[in-house]
C-alpha cells in the first residue's frame, strides 16, 4: 500500500515496529498464494473462486467484497511476477500450482514453502523504489499508540519510538491501518510473538467499530506445545496436506511408534469423513477433527493432543526429489525444531490459533467507520467470513494494498478535500497528553508480576473458553475471568525499566493491557451469536455428525461493536448480508 500510494504522487510515511519491514510476520506464509488463472486446465474462473471463498467463509462474508477479491486475484500474481518473486515453475516454464484446503482444482501459486517471505520482498523492494525517489518515508522500531482525530476525522497518529522511547506526532490526510491481526490473544499462536493488536484496538476505542471479534481461526498443520515454558508455535504450511496423509492410530493411547502400526490399524479420518475431500478439508473442519480424535483418546505423543502427516506414500510414489522440490525448507524446519526426519517419520501435528478473520469495520471501500480511516487486511474484517481459506490470507493484503486502498484514499481526498493540519494542532497536544498518561499508569503501578505471565493466564482462558470449542456457560465463567485478570493486570504487573529508553517490558504490557479488553469483547461476541459458523464452534449449535450448525435466520450478519469507555458494556451493531450469487447452503465437504 505504501509503495502504490507513493507511486502516485503522495508523500508517504510508513511505519512498523520491526527493524525492517522486511521482518513483517507475512515472511511466515509458506503456503502459497490463490489465483483464478487457471494453469491447471481445470476450470477454474473468477467465480468458482469467489463461490469456494464464500462457502469456505461458511456464508458469513461479504459477497460484493468477495467477488472483488477473486476479480484481482490474477492481477496479484502478474504484478508479484513483475517485480521477479520466484514462483515455483514447471518442465515447461509454466507458473506451478497446487491444491489447498476447501477446493478441488490447483489455483495456489507457491515459492517452495517461503511464499510470503518471497512476496514480501517483492513489495519491500517497490516501497525502496519509492524512498530513493523521495516519495515515502519508513520509520522502522516505531509503534502506533493512538489516533489523532479533528473534528471526528484521521488527521494523524501518535507512535513511540522504540529505541528512544520518545513521543512522536505525525500527522497526516489520512491514515492507512495494515497492522495484521491479533492471534496472539491466545498467547501460544503461529504468530511472531511481538504482533499485536495495539494499533487496531487504539482505533477502536476512538469509535472505529470491530467487527465479528469471535471469528478466529485455529490452524490444523503446526508442530504441538513441548512444555509450558514455550512462548509461540511454529505452523507447518496447510500445502503439505497435498501429499501428506493424516492419520492416528485406531488403538486408543497407541504407545508403539508409527512404522510398527499396520496400515489397517490406521485411522484416515479426514479421508474416512470427508471422502470428497480428504486431507484438503478447510482448516476449522480439519481442526475441529483432530480434536476430536485427541478427545477420544486416539492423539499421539506426550500430551496425548497430536496427530501424524505422513509422506510415506507420497515419497513411494513421487521419489523423494520430488517431494523435497515442493517441500524441502518445511522439511528442515520441522526436523531442526523436532529432531525428526519427515522422510522417514510422519510428523506430527496438532492445530494452533493462527489467523482473526474478524477486525475493524470497513465498508466496500475498505474505510472504518472513522471518516479518513482505512484498514486492509487482516486489519480488517472484510473478506474471509468465519473461516478463511489457505492462501488466501496473502491474496487479501496484497489485493487491499496494491489495487484498492490507492484509488479508495484518492477518492476519499478528492471528495473530502481535508484541510491543511499540521502537528502543532491542539489535537496532537491532547491525545499526546492521554498516551503518555496512559504509560505513566503502566509504569506506576510497581507490582510484582511480569506482563508475560498475565499474557500466559488470559491465553490459557482464551484457548479454553474461545478457543476450537466454545459454549454458553464457558463464554460467561471467561468473561468474570478475564475481568478479574484485568483488574489483577492493573494492580500488580511489574514494568521494568524506563519509559525513555529501549523497554521490552513497558512494549509488552501495553500489548497486554490492550489483548484483556480485546479478549472480553471476543468472548461478548461469541456468546451473542448463538450459532456454530466456520471457526466460531459453539457446542450448543452442531447437528448430528458434529458438524456445525448455522442460524441463517439470526445471524446472517457482520456484527459490529461500538466501544462505550472504559468500564462501559460495548454495544453491538448488525450489517444484514444478503447473498444474491450464491445460494445459502449447508456447507458440504463429504
Not at 473442519?285 to 483432530?290: C, G, K, M, P, Y
Not at 522417514?344 to 472513522?370: F, K, N
Not at 456468546?527 to 457446542?539: K, N, P, W
Request: proline content about 4%; aromatic content about 10%; overall charge negative.
Amino acid at each position: 500500500a505504501a509503495a502504490s500510494l507513493a507511486a502516485q504522487g503522495y508523500q508517504v510515511k510508513s511505519f512498523c515496529f520491526q527493524d525492517s519491514a522486511r521482518r513483517a510476520h507475512s515472511i511466515a506464509a509458506q503456503g502459497g498464494i490463490n489465483a483464478a488463472k487457471d494453469y491447471a486446465n481445470e476450470g477454474d474462473s473468477i467465480h468458482r473462486l469467489f463461490v469456494d471463498t464464500i462457502k469456505g467463509g461458511d456464508f458469513r462474508a461479504r459477497e460484493a467484497n468477495v467477488y472483488r477479491l477473486a476479480q484481482l486475484s490474477a492481477n496479484i500474481v502478474d504484478q508479484a511476477v513483475a517485480q521477479g518473486v520466484p514462483f515455483n515453475r514447471e518442465y515447461g516454464g509454466a507458473l506451478a500450482t497446487r491444491s489447498f484446503g476447501g477446493v478441488l482444482v490447483q489455483r495456489t501459486f507457491y515459492s517452495r514453502g517461503q511464499t510470503g517471505q518471497q512476496l514480501l520482498l517483492g513489495a519491500y523492494q517497490a516501497l525502496q523504489q519509492q524512498v530513493a525517489a523521495g516519495k515515502a518515508t519508513i520509520f522502522n522500531r516505531h509503534e502506533m499508540l493512538d489516533l489523532v482525530l479533528i473534528d471526528g476525522v484521521a488527521r494523524g497518529i501518535i507512535a513511540r519510538n522504540l529505541i528512544t522511547g520518545e513521543l512522536e506526532r505525525h500527522a497526516a490526510d489520512a491514515v492507512v491501518l495494515a497492522s495484521g491481526g491479533y492471534s496472539n490473544v491466545y498467547y501460544l499462536s503461529t504468530n511472531a510473538m511481538n504482533s499485536n493488536v495495539t494499533a487496531a484496538w487504539r482505533a477502536h476505542k476512538r469509535g472505529a467499530l470491530f467487527a465479528n471479534p469471535c471469528f478466529t481461526q485455529i490452524h490444523p498443520t503446526c508442530i504441538p506445545q513441548s512444555g509450558e515454558y514455550q512462548s509461540k508455535l511454529t505452523l507447518m504450511s496447510e500445502s503439505l496436506r497435498n501429499d501428506g496423509r493424516v492419520w492416528v492410530p485406531r488403538r486408543p493411547r497407541d504407545t508403539r511408534p508409527p512404522a510398527q502400526i499396520p496400515e489397517e490399524e490406521r485411522y484416515y479420518f479426514l479421508e474416512e469423513r470427508y471422502p470428497s475431500f480428504g486431507n484438503l478439508v478447510p482448516r476449522d473442519i480439519a481442526s475441529r477433527a483432530a480434536k476430536v480424535v485427541c478427545d477420544d483418546g486416539l492423539g499421539v505423543g506426550g500430551t496425548g493432543r497430536g496427530v501424524y502427516l505422513d509422506f510415506r506414500d507420497a515419497i513411494a510414489q513421487h521419489g523423494r526429489a520430488v517431494i523435497e522440490a515442493k517441500y524441502g525448507n518445511l522439511f528442515e524446519m520441522y526436523r531442526r525444531i523436532t529432531g525428526d526426519d519427515p522422510y522417514e517419520t510422519p510428523m506430527m501435528i496438532y492445530p494452533a490459533p493462527h489467523y482473526t478473520m474478524g477486525g475493524l469495520w470497513v465498508d466496500y471501500e475498505l474505510q472504518t467507520t472513522i471518516p479518513g480511516l482505512f484498514a486492509i487486511g487482516e486489519a480488517n474484517f472484510s473478506d474471509h467470513g468465519a473461516n478463511r481459506l489457505g492462501a488466501s490470507a496473502m491474496m487479501q493484503c496484497l489485493a487491499d494494498g496494491y489495487f484498492i486502498v490507492p484509488h479508495t484514499v484518492t477518492h476519499y481526498l478528492a471528495a473530502t478535500q481535508p484541510p491543511k493540519v499540521d502537528e502543532r494542532h491542539e489535537a496532537f497536544d491532547r491525545t499526546l497528553a492521554e498516551v503518555r498518561e496512559r504509560i505513566d499508569r503502566l509504569m506506576s503501578v510497581g507490582g510484582t508480576t511480569a506482563p508475560q505471565v498475565f499474557h500466559r493466564q488470559l491465553g490459557d482462558v482464551m484457548l479454553d473458553k474461545c478457543g476450537m470449542a466454545r459454549n454458553a456457560e464457558g463464554l460467561t465463567e471467561a468473561i468474570s475471568t478475564i475481568q478479574a485478570l484485568r483488574d489483577e493486570f492493573w494492580r500488580d504487573v511489574r514494568v521494568d525499566g524506563r519509559a525513555d529508553e529501549l523497554n521490552q517490558s513497558l512494549e509488552l504490557a501495553g500489548r497486554v493491557a490492550d489483548f484483556f479488553e480485546l479478549a472480553e469483547l471476543m468472548c461478548r461476541d461469541a456468546l451473542r451469536r448463538e450459532e456454530s459458523a466456520g471457526g466460531h464452534f459453539r457446542e450448543e449449535y452442531q447437528t448430528e455428525d458434529g458438524e456445525a450448525l448455522r442460524d441463517d435466520e439470526r445471524f446472517a450478519t457482520v456484527t459490529a461493536w461500538e466501544y462505550c469507555g472504559e468500564g462501559g458494556v460495548p454495544v453491538a451493531h448488525d450489517e444484514q448480508l444478503t447473498f444474491e450469487y450464491v445460494k445459502l447452503a449447508t456447507r458440504s465437504y463429504k
